[in-house]
């Protein structure tokens, strides 16, 4: 169906501000409605953009004063309607829920049994040992998350996921409090009950509070890359096949599990988290916390001292995902804050200011770590450098300048540039309203919350394809996205942010959609083999869920 009028179609928390975009060569009025078609309030989308990344002309309207709950739709004066939307102080409960149910369902080694995973049931996957690239040897492995679409576990893009999923928890307790396991109603040998390995740990800590539920579904992956830390503390980069195989359930894919060499990135990035969890971790398992920290700190030092330029290359008999990464300096960057605000040691102080002192590094995503650097720096109850702490500040707040630029010129709100609708641009735009919420955190300056705000409206429909780019959310989500179970089955697993717009048409399933130029932020293909448009990943849901927790929190 061709829409003209967009919102967000999930809703909006009462006190959100609210806007309608409309397609249009002129200024148009509006109406809301709810569902039953009661007239409700009137307006008009008066401001005008030309929109370049979509190649339109766009309206735009503001409906805050609409706060009480019900379920509503806009309508222009020519009769074109918006999809329905909510108004309620639960709007994301349910999308919460099953964007973080991904992660369950992206297991792998365990059983996913049918009451829990429905359709995506499957029996235990890549159970063998691997074997380490250029040798005869073979490790255990088993566990983690499979990374996207494929069926491949990563540790960089791992290490992120857990460090975004811990800070949406952070942010916003509540509402991650209620997340509710898909195990909850699987019979007690289900994947999500608690693991031998926890009740272990719960045996030998003298403190047994419950371990939350979100805590519980992160410790699964925790626990995998543990296993691919090698004796001298450095990190294999990746377990995967050799190549990627076909549209198969996990447990079919047979060949052989291949670990990859070390890397300075993996082994950074996992120093980080883990000494990052040990923070959330200590107060349940206290000796699952010890065993975090032990393994953060000797992976911190065989990161020192490894030197790989040039960051990590896919050896020739491996084609699965390279994460490459020539720049490893932002995950050193990160690893020394987070080691320094859970350990509190001089040198990890000393190794932080020194690379600080060089370049301030701002990012979020697995290629850019600097700016969780940044929050562990300014949030550690340690001594720090005042003049640092300033600059540092600064610099994330003009980072946020930037992007507000681009948000306040834009027909959807969006903070991407015509020219960065590219490979995984929801993610980008994701971590972009993350960069904009810090600088609220910073400020309270409430511009830069309605423009995180504006990222989460985006990524749920109010966007130039109209549609939700969450599985199963919404009125009109993807349906056919890059991701082997949801192909096989021949429908999608609920839950899952698609990659969204790439002007690179870079698969030749889009390819051969696309014939003629398309506008940049039009670039997507809803078909199953477009992996550069329409793929999921951890770390995509990572950066939305911690959007969504960090927005929700603030606006309630």
Known sequence: ????????????????????????????????????????????????????????????????????????????????????????????????????????????????????????????CHTGSALVYGTEEHREVSGGWHDAGDYGRYVGPGAIAVAQLLYAYERNPSLCGSYLSPASSAPEAAADSPTAD???????????????????????????????????????????????????????????????????TATGDFAAVLAMAVRFYEKYLPAYAAELADASKKAYQAMKVMELPGGFKNPPEISTGEYGDACDRDERYWAAAELY???????????????????????YGWADMGTYGNLAYLSTEHPVDEALKSAIQKEMVSHADTLLKVVSADGYGVSLTEKEYVWGSNMNLANNGLHLFDAWKLTDDRKYLDAAAEQLHYLLGRNPMGLCYVTGCGSDAIRHPHHRPSGFQGKAMPGMLSGGPCSWLADETVKGVFTAPIPPAKCLCDMTGSYSTNEVTVYWNSAFLQLLASVTEALH
């Open 341 to 363: 605000k859970t350990f509190g040691d001089a040198e990890y102080r000393e190794d932080f200011e020194k690379l600080a002192a060089e370049k301030i590094y701002c990012g």
């Open 1 to 124: 169906m061709y829409k003209n009028v967009f919102v967000n179609q999930c809703g909006y928390l009462p006190g959100m501000q609210k806007k309608v975009t409309i397609r249009s060569e002129k200024p148009t009025p509006f109406s809301v409605h709810k569902s039953s078609g009661e007239f409700v309030l009137s307006g008009t989308a008066d401001k005008r953009v030309e929109n370049a990344s979509a190649g339109e002309t766009d309206y735009i309207g503001d409906f805050s004063a609409l706060t009480e709950p019900g379920r509503y739709y806009i309508m222009t004066e020519n009769r074109s309607e918006s999809d329905t939307f909510v108004i309620s102080e639960n709007a994301y409960d349910h999308v919460l829920q099953k964007s973080f149910a991904f992660f369950y369902l992206q297991r792998c080694s365990c059983d996913l049994p049918k009451e829990a995973a429905g359709a995506y049931a499957h029996r235990a």
């Open 198 to 264: 926890t009740a272990r740990h719960r045996d030998a800590d003298s403190q047994k509070r419950a371990l939350p539920a979100w805590l519980e579904a992160l410790k699964y992956e925790l626990d995998w890359m543990k296993k691919m830390q090698r004796e001298d503390g450095a990190l294999y980069h990746k377990a995967s096949c050799r190549s990627f195989c076909g549209f198969i359930m996990p447990e079919e894919e047979q060949e052989e599990i291949v670990l990859s060499p070390v890397s300075v």
